[in-house]
């Protein structure tokens, strides 16, 4: 028998982005499923609206083995980002940070398109 755990995060992950949309939950895990299907989705849990997905490698870092979650909000619903931060042999601190926020942006337009088609 399998058993879920509530929090699927791997011990070394931190939380990297929160994206806040004025949408249901299921809409916005709907919009992030056909948004992020070119990103390396897998594991896909509709039960607990939870994603891996890779972002590939660059000079300065990369990152891997990310998880994202979508929750209910006040108002809307959030898509929060974790995963495990790592450097490549040109890396740094910059480069994770330039990284993170360049795989931030494509996220949250991939899912923006994916709202609006």
Known sequence: MLVRVADQRIPDEVELFVEHFDVAPESLWTAFKRGAAAMDLHEVDDATRTARLSTGVTLTSWEDGLLATVTAAASGADLVVSGRSKNS????????????????????????NALAG
């Open 89 to 112: 042999p040109l890396g740094s601190d910059w480069g994770q940070d330039f990284r993170a926020h360049e795989v931030q942006k494509a996220i949250r337009a991939a899912v923006k």
